[in-house]
């Protein structure tokens, strides 16, 4: 079946930029998605199709997917932006989430 | 407003059943496929089932296939997880969420709260 591997953990700086990587086979000619969840609440969807935004998702988070990375990058990270965060891929008739990082804003 | 309310959670013993529903409301509910997401305790997002807008296509997780089954009644706007056979680790909070395509491509751009599920003896 289909894998999705994060990086448990990524530490940032507030103000500056968090990447957050996501791999798996052929993962550029699949559609990714990113989510965000915080302590005791649902996952909200921040990235779709790769690179795009629903309404109500800040700028600052972008997306990116080529080769066998998809990435989420959040310029100018907030404190508010600590949290979980999961990408996730459409294969065949199954979804496939990654394993969530832990973002860290110190 | 927007809503996906879950229930028919609880605690249940390893090898029983139990059916979960997904009431929706806000928006036009067969446009629409709907997933089931569950999370174990401390642990991240599993994706369980899901149904396209007019139930042609449903899919299952291979942890869940064989046990689980998925349905929608358009007339109450709901959608159901029968889960049958429960093991301790399907132990987990049960989340609905909305796809942003009929087909269901994985984009989920509503969720419920969720439904806790315990499978323990």
């Known amino acids: 079946s289909y894998e999705l591997t994060q990086p448990p953990s990524v530490s940032v700086s507030p103000g500056q930029t968090a990447i957050i990587t996501c791999s798996g086979g052929k993962l550029g000619n699949k559609y990714v998605g990113w989510y965000q969840q915080k302590p005791g609440q649902s996952p909200v969807l921040l990235i779709y199709q790769d690179t795009k935004r629903p309404s109500g998702i800040p700028e600052r988070f972008s997306g990116s997917n080529s080769g066998n990375i998809a990435s989420l990058t959040i310029t100018g990270t907030q404190v508010l932006d600590e949290a979980d965060y999961y990408c996730q891929a459409w294969d065949s008739v199954t979804v496939v989430f990654g394993g969530g990082t832990k973002l860290t804003v110190l | 407003e927007l809503q996906l309310v879950e229930s028919g959670g609880g605690l249940v013993q390893p090898g029983r059943s139990l059916r979960l529903s997904c009431a929706a409301s806000?928006?036009?509910?067969?446009?629409?496929?709907i997933h089931w997401v569950r999370q174990g305790p401390g642990k991240g997002l599993e994706w369980v089932s899901g149904?396209?807008?007019?139930?042609?296509?449903?899919g299952f997780a291979d942890s869940v296939k064989g046990r689980f089954t998925i349905s929608r009644d358009t007339a109450k706007n709901s959608v159901y997880l029968q889960m049958n056979s429960l093991r301790p680790e399907d132990t987990a909070l049960y989340y609905c969420?909305?796809?942003?395509?009929?087909?269901?491509?994985?984009?989920?751009?509503?969720w419920g709260r969720g439904t806790l599920v315990t499978v323990s003896s």
């Open positions: 806000g928006f036009t509910f067969d446009d629409f496929a």
């Open positions: 969420a909305k796809d942003m395509s009929n087909e269901g491509t994985g984009d989920f751009d509503y």
């Open positions: 149904i396209s807008w007019n139930s042609g296509h449903v």
